[in-house]
Nanobody, 119 residues
Framework: QVQLVESGGGLVQAGGSLRLSCTAS????????MGWYRQAPGKQREFVAH???????NYADSVKGRFTITGDNAKNTVYLQMNSLKPEDTAVYYC?????????????WGRGTQVTVSS
């Protein structure tokens, strides 16, 4: 079983920055895609950003130019640098990783980390 351990959430004022990190615990997990989704109260979970094969990244339009996702393949870790945060960025942020482990294609989720942006 692969565990995704997230850290870095918190409370910040609008215009501030936070950095999230997510590490996959299983060294035999061959990661293809790793990234972040978020879910605000009363809303569906939505895509934020992901990095594919360690170098190609995609972003939701709402965070382009403000968020940057990077990966450290050696550490099975992905980072999300969030700048110019807005109150509408407030949500629980979930790490997601997809790839193969023990010959099977699998998709895993972290437990989530709260990000709160005050106005």
């Amino acid at each position: 079983q692969v565990q995704l351990v997230e850290s870095g959430g918190g409370l910040v004022q609008a215009g501030g920055s936070l950095r999230l990190s997510c590490t996959a615990s299983q060294s035999r997990f061959i990661i293809n895609t790793m990234g972040w989704y978020r879910q605000a109260p009363g809303k569906q979970r939505e895509f934020v950003a992901h990095i594919i094969s360690g170098f190609r990244s995609n972003y939701a339009d709402s965070v382009k130019g403000r968020f940057t996702i990077t990966g450290d393949n050696a550490k099975n870790t992905v980072y999300l640098q969030m700048n110019s945060l807005k109150p509408e960025d407030t949500a629980v942020y979930y790490c997601n990783a997809g790839g193969s482990v023990s010959g099977s294609i699998r998709d895993f989720w972290g437990r989530g980390t709260q990000v709160t942006v005050s106005s």
